[in-house]
């Protein structure tokens, strides 16, 4: 009878122990199936390892495959490159891009183990932590030292890999015996998304940029590589040449920067038609080369869109309106058209700039002001030079954007004109100026939003020990703390038998 009874007792132990067991397998199937964004939440103040709202308007496009490899070896690890290590803020942040969207898949290659992967794909050598995304349109790659970019003080703005911090730091030490200082970013947000963005496009869209005519061309510019980050091709258009006079069928927009000399009247006429059929059109101009007699055709594709030049440069006499010189003009942003959104108070630049008016007469065109000055605003002349109390104060506008209305009724094109040549100077590419300029890339290129994101800071704070520390630590971990648990386990269990 005692035998049954503990036969009876260890049978019903054994089939807790085995629900109990099965309990928690299911739980941990159940929990491997939830996504990344539950089981490793993002805990990080910047959001290191966190899918942005810009990226996930990418995401929610991508219906196709996309395959993203991680290229990573155990082999190659160089205890003398920190970079070569495994980056495991990018593969949280990997497993939150699989987790937005289900067609996105992320898989470990290890190139020693398959030497011939890589060539699959690319000639370029590329380093440890470093991606290959491949749609079934194109494939791309992102560098492994791409991630991280550093913004070094006097540079603000401006983001340096780790080899270009690391030979400024030396060459400021060296030569001047000063250290330098620089706030480290996360770049991986940025480069995936437009990776996924590159090999998710049909066919990438092309801007032109006109030239023939003493052009100031922005192709090897921050804006040329702002357009390139955008997965925007720039190519260089001169109307004149070939059979026929014509803006071709795949430009998206077409950016005049500060011609030297006029266009032709077959040019103007070309332009026109490209605007009136749906084109959007960029125009810059500069005062020292712009006048409606100087320059007949392109004055007349803008009266065309309902505007013209005031050809006097504008100086400032609020010295809220200006930076250190009354003609390094600070605008003030509308809001209307492409400005809508804007703060009102954005930092941007419009030095030695000429006004922009809407010709009165002007039909089928709607006609917004971008950008304006104070109403402490002046025509400089020999008359005021040295007394601006003398000059006529008003408020002008520096930049318009104008969209024409067809004979049917339906929105055409649409032309921006910016009335210096400084609003793309790349002096100013950091200030507000390149965040209108994307603006307008994003529109015209009818893009779901900017892929140029910026990087987020890695200010999080670490804690470091010392190694009789960390050694002391260990100890207490791995043997001190184990051994009083056993202690009071065994303690515990004798006192028990003794009753």
């Not at 006499?317 to 809508?340: C, H, M, R």
Request: one cysteine or more; glycine letters at 6%; aromatic letters at 10%.
């Amino acid at each position: 009878m005692k035998n049954k009874k503990i036969l009876l007792t260890g049978s019903y132990s054994v089939a807790i122990t085995a629900i109990v067991i099965a309990v928690v397998i299911t739980l941990n199937l159940l929990v491997g199936q939830l996504p990344t964004t539950i089981t490793k939440p993002d805990t990080t103040p910047e959001k290191l390892a966190t899918v942005g709202a810009d990226s996930k308007k990418v995401l929610k496009k991508i219906e196709s495959d996309i395959n993203i490899y991680l290229i990573f070896s155990e082999s190659n690890v160089n205890s003398a490159d920190s970079m070569s290590f495994r980056d495991t803020r990018l593969e949280e942040l990997l497993d939150k891009y699989e987790d937005a969207n289900s067609k996105i898949k992320v898989t470990e290659v290890d190139p020693v183990k398959d030497p011939t992967f890589i060539k699959k794909y690319t000639d370029d050598t590329l380093s440890q932590n470093s991606l290959i995304i491949v749609s079934d349109k194109r494939a791309t790659t992102v560098s492994g030292n791409a991630y991280y970019m550093y913004e070094i003080a006097g540079y603000e703005g401006q983001y340096f890999t780790y080899e270009e911090y690391q030979m400024m730091a030396q060459q400021m030490q060296y030569y001047y015996g000063q250290s330098v200082d620089a706030t480290a970013y996360f770049f991986a947000e940025n480069e995936i998304t437009a990776a996924l963005d590159y090999v998710t496009h049909d066919v990438l869209p092309v801007v032109y940029e006109l030239s023939g005519h003493g052009e100031t061309s922005i192709s090897s510019t921050s804006y040329g590589t702002l357009l390139a980050d955008e997965n925007v091709e720039l190519k260089s258009l001169e109307l004149l040449k070939g059979e026929s006079v014509s803006v071709p069928e795949d430009c998206e927009a077409l950016i005049i920067t500060a011609p030297q000399t006029d266009i032709s009247k077959e040019e103007s006429e070309a332009i026109i038609k490209y605007l009136d059929g749906g084109g959007q059109v960029m125009f810059v101009s500069y005062i020292a080369y712009y006048t409606a007699e100087a320059m007949p055709n392109m004055a007349s594709v803008c009266s065309h869109m309902g505007l013209k030049a005031v050809e006097e440069i504008i100086v400032e006499s609020d010295t809220e309106g200006y930076f250190q010189y009354p003609y390094y003009l600070i605008p003030k942003v509308t809001g209307n058209g492409i400005t809508a959104g804007f703060d009102s108070n954005l930092y941007l630049f419009m030095v030695e700039s000429h006004a922009i008016t809407a010709v009165a007469d002007a039909e089928n065109v709607n006609v917004l002001p971008l950008l304006e000055t104070t109403e402490g605003a002046y025509f400089y002349n020999e008359q005021n030079a040295t007394d601006p109390d003398k000059a006529d104060k008003d408020k002008f506008t520096l930049a318009y954007q104008s969209t024409v209305t067809g004979e049917d009724g339906k929105e055409g094109g649409t032309l921006y004109w910016f009335a210096t040549l400084a609003f793309l100077d790349e002096s100013f590419y950091n200030y507000g100026n390149s965040k209108l300029f994307s603006k307008i890339v994003v529109e015209t290129c009818d893009k779901p939003t900017s892929v140029s994101i910026i990087g987020k800071e890695l200010s999080t704070s670490y804690l470091t020990i010392n190694e009789m520390t960390a050694n002391a630590s260990s100890i207490a971990v791995c043997a001190i703390i184990p051994l009083i648990a056993l202690a009071i386990g065994l303690y515990v269990w004798i006192k028990r038998r003794s009753k």
